[in-house]
């Protein structure tokens, strides 16, 4: 495919959005010239195996391509790989990239995501402290993995507790170091996180909660452990930093776009600059599910779901973003699936049997069901969606009887 120096739509960050964005413009009839341009050398590929399927080994990196090679041939897009976007010229309709290249643009989507947020303290730097973002960052680690015994992870959101069960599969000896009194204290409520430091605990993890990191140890440059702020050191050859990321957004607020934490978009994913849309993990956005915050979600369903809408302005249909936010993380064999946003919520209702492993934790706000958690219950996550949707007031009582699927009390 000829590189050129113009694109009618130019997309940067060759992501699940960005990837989207482009296949999707193609659906819609798009004619005009297309480049996906990425700072990964890789061609699209899903982010989620990073942290379950691919990094224990189970998929080859070809099963987790977004598409097969032919497929951007054929629907000529135009792959940039490798190439970084250091600033944006909105006047000129221009962007410019690490190795000098100026490339124009009719309109311009910023997918660019995130880095991983790195440690401060002392030792954050050292060979063995890795970040799971990347194909890249997943590579490293496999291959220092069989010199490996003891694995620190710090950080217990969903990446940190993935990336656990896996080496805990692996049998590395591992332990998961918390700030926060709780796991997954971000995103979801009480009885989730209980259920899941259970979990790890049962499968030989050493999950502490409430600690605070004072450095990384090493020896000749190489991590050799933890020590945490009462002075207690955890021996360890690896260290997995999974505490957020820091949207990649400096070219663009550099280039005057509004935003602070991510970059400020409407419901037409439309930032402040002319022809300049942002969509997925960098995108600030009011989220009605967020009751109207500005928020950024970083899921695939948002990263997709928010590259259709620009696709779809493209091509002459309007049509805000108001998606139900869904997610999903696989840790050990439970699969959890929630849809709706839990932040907020003033009570909670459990559904099924915690001990059978296999429940729903359904949220509630003054009332209404906001968000389901779902733990190896597919059918409560398919059900609940309408829930959400309709923001339902449900009786408690009822939403806790499992033997009423969640289907009949839809307007019951
Ligand atoms: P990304 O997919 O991160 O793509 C952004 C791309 O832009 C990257 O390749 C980046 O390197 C590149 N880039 C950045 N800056 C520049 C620049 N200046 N120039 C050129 N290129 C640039 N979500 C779920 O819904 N379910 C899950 O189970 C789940 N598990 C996850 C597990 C892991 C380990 C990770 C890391 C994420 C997971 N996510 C999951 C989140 C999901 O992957 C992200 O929300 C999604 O990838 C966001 O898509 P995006 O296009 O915004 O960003």
């Known amino acids: 495919m000829t590189e050129h120096t113009s694109y009618d739509v130019l997309i940067v960050g060759a992501g699940h959005g960005g990837a989207q964005a482009a296949i999707a413009l193609r659906q819609r009839k798009f004619a005009g010239s297309i480049a996906l341009l990425g700072d990964e050398p890789e061609l699209p590929y899903e982010r989620p195996p990073l942290s379950k399927e691919y990094l224990a080994g189970d998929k080859p990196f070809e099963r987790i391509l977004i598409r097969p090679a032919a497929f951007w041939t054929e629907r000529e897009i135009t792959l940039l790989p490798g190439r970084t976007v250091v600033s944006v010229d909105p006047a000129g309709h221009r962007v410019i990239t690490a190795d000098g290249a100026t490339i124009g643009y009719g309109t311009l989507i910023w997918a660019t995501g995130g880095s991983p947020r790195r440690m401060s303290c002392e030792g954050h730097d050292l060979r063995g402290v890795h970040g799971v973002r990347t194909r890249a960052d997943v590579e490293r680690m496999m291959a220092e993995l069989p010199q490996v015994t003891r694995a620190i992870v710090v950080g217990g959101g969903y990446i940190g507790l993935e990336a656990a069960a896996v080496l805990t599969k692996l049998g590395k000896h591992v332990t998961v170091l918390e700030a926060a009194p709780r796991v997954l204290a971000r995103v979801a409520g009480e009885a989730l996180s209980h259920f899941y430091e259970a979990e790890h605990r049962a499968h030989g993890v050493d999950l502490r909660t409430g600690v605070t990191v004072d450095s990384i140890v090493g020896q000749e440059g190489t991590v050799a452990g933890v020590r945490l702020a009462d002075g207690t050191v955890l021996p360890g050859e690896l260290v997995i930093v999974g505490i957020g990321i820091i949207p990649a957004v400096g070219p663009l607020i550099a280039a005057g776009a509004a935003g602070g934490n991510g970059v400020d978009t409407d419901a037409l994913c439309r930032t402040t600059l002319p022809d300049i849309f942002a969509i997925g993990d960098c995108a600030a956005h009011a989220n009605s599910f967020a009751d109207g915050a500005k928020i950024r979600l970083e899921s695939v369903q948002n990263a997709n779901d928010q590259a259709t809408t620009v696709a779809k302005l493209l091509t002459g249909e309007e049509h805000p973003y108001e998606a139900v936010p869904w997610f999903w993380s696989n840790q050990y064999d439970l699969k959890l699936q929630t849809v709706g946003l839990s932040t907020g919520y003033d009570a909670t209702v459990v559904r ?34 309408a829930l959400v949707l ?22 019951a």
Do not use: H, W
């Open 352 to 385: 099924g049997d915690m001990a059978a492993r296999s429940f729903s934790v359904i949220y509630l706000k003054q009332g209404r069901v906001i968000a389901l958690d779902c733990v190896n219950a597919t059918r409560d996550y398919v059900q609940g969606r």
């Open 390 to 411: 309709a923001r339902a007031v449900v009786d408690p009582a009822s939403l806790a009887d499992a033997s009423v699927p969640l289907k009949e009390m839809l307007g």
